[in-house]
């Protein structure tokens, strides 16, 4: 027999890393950014002050926060080569690959290893701009140039619709890119990380990122969800709908997480912001029963697996809320996911050691 490592399928429960950045505690429900609750940084805080807490280690002072946010206002535009890119991808192609494909065109050349601040905020201001350039050519319209009077998240939605946000809708969506912009050792931070270890360049990284963050079981869930919930239709359908779903061992989008077997605080915080903007929206109120059916049939058909509403099932409601329609959902999450990603990267490069895990390997030995 060959030589065997300790074998931890789905790497679960195994650290590869220390972090300074956030600690997810799956057993408490706890989120924490470098020592403050994200639920209070997603109410009082924006964007921008958050992003600055994760890169620069502190909440920004006045000037301090004037100073990134200039950064990312001077860094929004695409560079005309990746215009005409995005340009030539065909209109069915999905608007994660669009992304993908984006900041992959932006090059390796001013984004050589190591990283550095410059080059992460850089990346973070246009990947916005990515999105909604290609949203507005799907619709139509000419894209919008970016505002420099607008912060981050309000110039965001600003280019998506190309009229002035509702400060409501701002207000919500920068308290779900808050909650969302970091979480530990995730599947797409580790892809991150694992492609910066070998010293490349941050837009390989992101690259990876972005292309782990897509997949249904990570960050591709809230498009998911609102098709769950437009397929089911009607509260009276919810159970059966959910229960055939169950009885053919499929699982219900929005609920589980590796991490969290109590509430996921991010769900709790987002049902929050979701009911205050959607009052008596029929959806919303839909969205909650189908949660509450989802969470008794995931005790009747997965019992002691302490399955619970996870913080997909609620984004979607948000996003859908501030008017971003489905093709919207995963992209927004990577808008910004991509704060967390590039901390954790520019942490990897700190103390660089090479992530290379072994595999055991149980083929035949050659006679
Ligand atoms: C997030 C997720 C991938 C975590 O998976 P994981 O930690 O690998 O958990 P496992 O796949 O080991 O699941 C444990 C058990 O719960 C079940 N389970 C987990 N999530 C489930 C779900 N959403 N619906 C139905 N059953 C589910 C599994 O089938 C498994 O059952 P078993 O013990 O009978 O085999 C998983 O919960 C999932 O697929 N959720 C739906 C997708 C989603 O909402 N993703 C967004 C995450 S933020």
Do not use: C
């Amino acid at each position: 027999m060959s030589q065997q490592h300790t074998l931890a399928i789905g790497l679960e429960g195994i650290a590869v890393a220390e972090t300074d950045l956030s600690l997810v505690d799956g057993l408490n429900g706890l989120l924490v950014y470098r020592g403050h609750w994200a639920r209070d940084l997603a109410i009082n805080h924006t964007f921008e002050e958050v992003a600055h807490l994760l890169w620069y280690g502190h909440l920004p002072n006045e000037q301090e926060l004037a100073e990134l946010k200039g950064k990312l206002n001077e860094n929004r535009e695409l560079p005309d080569h990746v215009k005409r890119i995005l340009d030539l991808i065909p209109a069915e192609v999905d608007m994660m690959s669009v992304l993908r494909t984006g900041v992959s065109a932006l090059g390796s050349a001013d984004y050589s290893w190591p990283p550095t601040l410059d080059q992460v905020i850089s990346l973070t201001a246009k990947m916005p701009t990515i999105v909604a350039y290609r949203y507005a050519r799907l619709n139509g319209r000419e894209p919008q140039e970016p505002n420099p009077a607008l912060d981050h998240t309000a110039n965001y939605l600003y280019m998506l619709k190309g009229q002035e946000p509702n400060p409501a809708h701002v207000r919500a969506l920068d308290a779900y890119l808050i909650l969302t912009q970091e979480h530990g050792m995730n599947a797409s931070t580790f892809s991150g990380r694992v492609v910066s270890s070998t010293q490349s360049d941050l837009i390989s990284s992101i690259t990876a990122a972005i292309g782990a963050l897509k997949g249904p079981l990570h960050g591709g869930a809230p498009s998911e969800v609102t098709e769950m919930i437009e397929a089911i239709g009607t509260k009276e359908n919810a159970e059966p709908w959910m229960r055939a779903k169950l009885e053919k061992g499929e699982r219900l989008m929005g609920f589980g997480h590796r991490v969290y077997k109590t509430v996921d605080p991010r769900a709790t915080a987002l049902r929050v912001v979701a009911s205050q903007l959607s009052g008596d929206d029929p959806w919303f109120d839909l969205a909650t029963h189908v949660e509450q059916v989802g969470l008794k049939l995931l005790e009747e058909y997965k019992p002691g697996r302490k399955l619970n509403t996870n913080v997909e099932f609620f984004a979607a409601a948000v996003m859908r809320a501030v008017g971003l329609d489905d093709t919207l959902f995963t992209p927004t999450f990577a808008v910004s996911r991509v704060v967390g990603w590039s901390a954790h990267i520019l942490e990897q490069a700190k103390n660089n050691r090479i992530i290379r895990p072994q595999s055991n390997y149980t083929g035949p030995m050659p006679k």
